[in-house]
């Protein structure tokens, strides 16, 4: 199951949406989303056929404790021991717990303690599971491509999230949350032999993502023998400031065995974010992704929720522009996937999150439903897109031999720190009403575009082409 192909890491000229390697490791990711989008379909109506409300939504809210707390050890795990072999592991544990619970409310009725324990198990695979999630497309295709994997990876996440609702309720209508938690564990189980087979590549270190690094490398050198994030950490990585035939990867050998030095995990964290804090690209760029999830989450997550209600909008409504954003984030996934590659991406990025911050102040103020759904589209695309951006940037930009945690730390911000705006946001609205908060909401992201565009090394980052 380990057992690795190395493919070059040099270009290959077939784009990676007609690339076989690069479509199995999609179909192996489309599987696990659309599961995961299954698995809270069923948690949450178990969790509800359980308990009381108040109850069912401590299951639901349970996860996210160990994710938030356990993810920058996942980035640490993922450049360790390699990102395929612990997405295979994250995904057989999930499957795993999920056919054990089917099997549990399927034989009695259990109560709340087992759906509890999925959840805290599946937060504490999460925490691993994504930063050797975001560290693979960088070793299943070549870094010309990484744009336009991004772009799949957003319209898988669509896909998923479209298609996994409905079916999550159509197995919790035939076989209740049984039937629904086992689809999950089939569709999670689906990824695992797609995984094995997908070839892994030797990841080339770009001399300009070197570059960016600035003294971060000169600073970290002699980290390298010390604690490892030293370069020497990541399996599937060649360790900069050796030989350059071992630092571009040309004889390397299989990505998936350990490192010959021996490393502290706690080395390899801290070696970790004092590469991201020293990078020139790399530091800016998370600023300015926290600074848009922050100003991002709250207004189209509980906001929303409370504008519709004062507007009259209803239920229906806010599903109608609920699916704008969708169609809007989905058409920047697929400009991506199409195009591969766009010119004066810092550039873009940054003037995308400026755009959309102006268009997430402007939704408070729309005079209707159709209105709305028209800025909310914009939203979804110029959302989509930056993001889109800044997750090509940070792959393109890492040393592969830190991948991992710089994912983590993305994870963290974007799915740890961002989600706190959710209460603040509903309690500010009681307070001030939707007009101020989704304006200073609007500023908070606005500020994440100012970051991007007036950091001279993130404002002029290119994505490889």
């Known amino acids: ?8 890491g040099t270009a290959t000229g077939t784009p990676a949406h007609r690339d076989p390697n690069v479509l199995r490791w999609l179909a192996a990711y ?8 299954v ?49 295979i592991g994250s995904d057989l544990v999930r499957c795993a717990a999920g056919l054990s619970v089917a099997a549990l409310l399927f034989l009695t009725s259990p109560g709340l303690w087992p759906l509890a324990l999925l959840a805290v198990v599946f937060g504490t695979v999460d925490a691993v599971f994504m930063p050797a999630v975001g560290a693979l497309p960088a070793r299943v295709t070549t ?28 197995a919790v209508a035939i076989g209740g949350a049984a039937a629904a938690f086992g689809l999950a564990g089939l569709l999670i189980a689906v990824s695992v032999p797609l995984l ?23 600073g970290d050198a002699s980290d390298a023998g010390e604690g490892a994030g030293g370069r020497g950490a990541a399996p599937d990585a060649a360790v900069p400031g050796a030989p350059d035939s071992e630092a571009r990867g040309a004889t390397a050998t299989a990505p998936d065995k350990a490192p010959a030095r021996a490393t502290t995990p706690l080395g390899d964290l801290q070696a970790g974010l004092r590469y991201i804090r020293a990078h020139r690209v790399l530091a800016p760029l998370m600023l300015a992704i926290a600074l848009g999830d922050l100003g991002f989450v709250g207004p189209l997550n509980v906001g929303l929720t409370l504008l519709a209600d004062e507007r009259g909008w209803g239920a229906s409504g806010m599903g ?13 996934a697929l400009l991506l996937t199409v195009r591969g590659r766009l010119p004066h991406a810092g550039h873009v990025a940054g003037w995308a999150i400026l755009a959309g911050s102006v268009a997430i102040g402007a939704l408070a103020f729309v005079p209707g439903v159709l209105a709305a759904v028209g800025v909310a589209l914009l939203v979804g695309l110029l959302a989509g897109l930056s993001g889109a951006l800044c997750g090509a940037l940070l792959q393109t930009q890492a040393d592969p031999a830190y991948l991992g945690r710089v994912t983590a730390v993305s994870s963290l911000v974007s799915l740890g720190f961002a989600p706190l705006s959710m209460p603040l946001s509903a309690a500010a609205i009681g307070a001030w009403g939707t007009g101020p ?16 565009l007036c950091v001279r090394d993130l404002r002029r ?5």
Request: glycine share 16%.
């Open 143 to 170: 870094r010309d491509q990484l744009a336009r994997v991004q772009g799949m990876r957003g319209l898988s996440i669509r896909f998923a999230n479209v298609v996994g609702g409905p079916l999550g309720g159509l």
């Open 30 to 37: 489309t599987s696990s989303m659309v599961g995961d989008s």
């Open 196 to 218: 094995i087979s997908v070839r892994m590549r030797e990841p080339a270190v770009d001399d300009k993502a070197e570059a960016g690094g600035g003294s971060a490398d000169a």
């Open 437 to 452: 908060v989704f304006v200073g909401s609007a500023a908070v992201c606005g500020l994440g575009g100012v970051v991007a």
């Open 1 to 8: 199951m380990t057992s690795t192909l190395i493919a070059p």
């Open 320 to 332: 109608w522009v609920l699916s704008g954003f969708g169609v809007g984030a989905g058409a920047a």
């Open 461 to 465: 980052a290119e994505l490889p082409g």
């Open 39 to 87: 698995y809270y379909i069923a948690l949450s109506w178990a969790a509800v056929q359980q308990g009381s409300p108040a109850q069912a939504g401590a299951v639901m809210a349970v996860s996210a404790v160990p994710r938030a707390l356990l993810m920058l050890g996942g980035g640490v795990i993922a450049d360790r021991f390699g990102p395929r072999r612990v997405v």
